[in-house]
């Protein structure tokens, strides 16, 4: 039978009845931390707010040793770019929202209140098949005034418009059309500080291979004059101490144009190159300058693969020039961000992971944070597993000790593997890729640290659910999408035994179960409930209605109540199923999308948590059932900060459970659900009938069921471990460790009672 090692202590901290406290909390290692955007708050010392690789704006208090969500943005796949703070405790963002789904508008939050306050929409013009914002600059005296650089697609073809407005977005002039322009391209607009009709536009180059310069114009866009012609230009910059005084970088160089940094001194009417002797590397471009707030001397500007620093107002410059692609370095600086609190500190936001300075520039050391994408999650007792970077992390719940295994350094580029954590075993989890050489699933008995294959294919197929045979615990049976249901033994890892498992009807198996109660296997095939009793031999259909509920969608999960055999529950593409005489009947008590995972308590049996997981149709959601799946309460997309997930695993307790989440961009999340525990008489009425003594117990303890047959008793500690297994009314525990202890007893009617057992 199943040795169960999913059971949490039951002395951890214990929730007030019929109340819902719930908590979220970042639990991932912060090495693998990434966001972008990092700028300081100009008002409140040492607060910091960033972009994750999703659709969040977080924030600091403590600059950047912890982090919490400010806002989330409500769409499946976004991404936030061009974070902006304004004078008016606001902030300003753009979003993508997928690969052809972008978004036409510049947001505007009140930090304070966390609300969107104000949206500048541009026009669309030609009947684009989609539209987005790429680059924008709003005047911070007056956010009336707003310049935006929109970019669209008409068919396969891409254009750019530059929009201006003095009315907040009510009214827009079209001020720069790509196609009437050599077709040149923006890279970046800005407004001049102190004049709201001094615009620039920042070009870059043209499929006609013209180069763009710099754009002028000192009438609100109506005439302009170009600087710099022969060049292209990333970005401006305006010395806050002096406005009048600008910078400007290069794009990326052609064979005919130079990569520079140049300096005006009179509003950008005319420019000079500032002498600095740069590396060539690949894209060679300038991507960000600023000017430190405690010394106006000091300048950083940030390149590709090198650092420019110069301490004498840019007469002269050190570079630093860092290793090609390290992520372990400094590469591809995108935005820079002094303190405007204590001297000389600096965050720069990279390609790769945010670095931190406290002599502006001259070494960096990395931002570490919790936010980045977690591919899986699974546990089994107190050992978590969550996929980073195509590895393995393994971390004890209890002491929080984490161990980490085969990750990549993020500039190689390789499939990710589904990972799926052995629930009996300690210490094994399989890992199944797909790549350009077909697929591979492997075995570690290490934590992850080392694999052994034990199945390889030729052709590419989705691996739908594996799951340990119990009464084998080195035999698996897998399901694949396409290719069928097989057998794996790998009692010898020279000689693996894959044999495929005939089955009744052709289709994918979508689940696979092993039940608590017996030595049957249950799959799910065309969403038809298939009971087997010899091994996979031969199969019997147990529900002929199942199907018509789930209709054209899958059952992804199939599960029995370790307290009750009869007892199933199954979910899928539209929602939840439970059945109360073993498969044969079936109702449909929760209508939603996409419902993945269920999973019973082990520790108080009404309490059932299940996951819906991010698609195209549905947001991550947590589900959880305090009355034994007859109804279901919602954790809200909303209550998870938007986060995109597709993989949970929840550990409970008596009155709670943990759902740890794989995040899209939030790293590894846990959210806690305080569960009531409700009155249940026909199980008061079964606990009536079994007696155990003595209570607490030093030697043998003593079980009696009144009008029924033990067929089993089993003993658990409070770690989930089952320590005895017998047949006989006397348990000899005199060898046992004193504490608590956790008592099944399986009569022959099917009832299961659980008794809580002191040995001291």
């Known amino acids: 039978m199943k040795n169960k090692t999913t059971l949490s202590c039951i002395f951890m901290l214990f929730f007030a009845i019929n109340s819902l406290v719930a908590q979220l909390q970042f639990e991932g290692n912060q090495q693998f931390g990434r966001i ?37 943005y409500p769409a499946n796949g976004a991404l936030l770019n061009n974070l902006k703070y304004l004078n008016t405790n606001s902030l300003s963002f753009t979003v993508s929202t997928g690969i052809t789904n972008y978004d036409n508008r510049v947001y505007v939050i009140n930090i304070s209140t966390q609300q969107i306050t104000h949206m500048y929409t541009p026009p669309t013009m030609d009947n684009p098949n989609y539209a987005w914002i790429s680059s924008y600059d709003i005047l911070q005296s007056n956010p009336f005034y707003a310049v935006v650089h929109q970019g669209y697609r008409v068919g396969n073809i891409s254009y750019a418009r530059v929009y201006y407005t003095t009315d907040g977005g009510t009214t827009w002039s079209n001020i720069y059309y790509n196609f009437d322009n050599d077709s040149v391209f923006p890279n970046s607009v800005a407004i001049h500080p102190d004049d ?84 060539d590397y690949i894209l060679n471009n300038i991507l960000d300058i600023k000017i430190n707030p405690f010394n106006a001397n000091n300048i950083i500007v940030l390149e590709e693969n090198e650092i420019a620093i110069s301490n004498d107002g840019g007469t002269t410059w050190s570079n630093q020039v860092f290793p090609d692609d390290d992520p372990s370095h400094y590469y591809y600086g995108m935005n820079a961000s002094f303190s405007p609190f204590f001297t000389n500190q600096l965050i720069i936001s990279a390609n790769w992971y945010p670095f931190f300075s406290n002599d502006a520039g001259q070494t960096l050391t990395q931002l570490e944070i919790p936010f980045y994408p977690v591919a899986n999650v699974g546990i089994n007792g107190d050992n978590l597993y969550y996929g980073v970077q195509n590895g393995i992390v393994h971390k004890e719940i209890a002491s929080t000790q984490e161990s980490i295994y085969n990750t990549e350094p993020l500039n190689y580029f390789s499939s990710t593997p589904s990972n799926f954590v052995d629930e009996f075993t300690e210490g094994r989890i399989f890992s199944y890729i797909e790549n350009f050489s077909g697929v591979e699933l492997t075995v570690s008995n290490d934590y992850g640290q080392s694999n052994n294959s034990i199945y390889q294919g030729f052709s590419s197929d989705l691996l739908v659910d594996l799951e340990t045979n119990p009464e084998d615990l080195d035999n698996i049976w897998v399901s694949f999408f396409d290719g069928g249901l097989f057998s794996i033994d790998f009692s010898d890892l020279n000689n693996v035994s894959v044999t495929q498992i005939t089955m009744p009807e052709s289709g994918p198996v979508t689940s696979i179960y092993f039940d608590d109660w017996s030595t049957d296997i249950f799959v799910v095939l065309n969403n038809k409930v298939f009971k087997s009793t010899d091994g996979g031999t031969s199969w019997l259909q147990i529900s002929n209605n199942l199907q018509a509920l789930v209709g054209s969608n899958y059952i992804y999960d199939l599960k029995s109540n370790y307290w009750n055999g009869y007892d199933l529950i199954a979910v899928g593409g539209n929602g939840i199923f439970k059945s109360i005489n073993n498969g044969v009947d079936w109702t449909h008590v929760y209508t939603g999308n996409n419902v993945r995972k269920i999973q019973f308590s082990p520790l108080t049996q009404a309490h059932i948590a299940a996951a819906v997981y991010t698609s195209s149709n ?7 059932s ?41 790293g590894l999340v846990k959210y806690t659900i305080a569960l009531s525990t409700l009155s249940v008489p026909e199980e008061e009425q079964q606990n009536s009938l079994v007696k155990v003594y003595p209570n607490p117990v030093s ?34 525990m005199s060898q046992l460790a004193t504490g608590a202890y956790i008592l099944k007893v399986h009569a022959n009617t099917g009832n299961t009672i659980i008794k809580r057992i002191i040995k001291d």
């Open 699 to 732: 030697n043998v303890l003593n079980v009696k069921v009144q009008n029924q047959t033990i067929s089993k008793i089993q003993l658990y500690n409070m770690l989930g471990d089952k320590v005895m297994e017998t047949a006989n009314s006397k348990l000899d």
């Open 626 to 666: 305090e009355n034994y799946g007859y109804s279901w309460n919602t954790i809200t997309a909303d209550e998870l900060e938007y986060m995109g997930s597709n993989s949970m695993d929840f550990v409970f307790t008596n009155n709670s459970v943990d759902a740890y989440i794989a995040s899209y961009d939030l």
């Open 196 to 279: 709201p009709q001094k615009l620039f536009i920042a070009r870059g180059d043209s499929p006609t291979t013209v180069s763009g310069g710099l754009l002028v114009s000192d009438d609100a866009g109506v005439t302009w004059s170009e600087k710099v012609s022969g060049n292209t230009v990333s970005t401006v910059y305006f010395n806050p101490n002096n406005t009048d005084e600008m910078y400007m970088g290069t794009w990326i160089p052609s064979d005919t144009t130079t990569e520079n940094l140049y300096k005006s001194t009179d509003a950008g009417d005319t420019w000079q190159v500032v002498p600095i002797t740069w590396s």
């Open 618 to 624: 549905s947001s991550a959601k947590i589900l959880y």
């Open 36 to 72: 972008y955007n990092i700028i300081h708050d100009p008002v409140i010392p040492s607060k910091l707010y960033a972009t994750t690789q999703g659709n969040h704006i977080v924030q600091s208090i403590d600059n950047g040793q912890n982090w919490d969500v400010l806002f989330a």
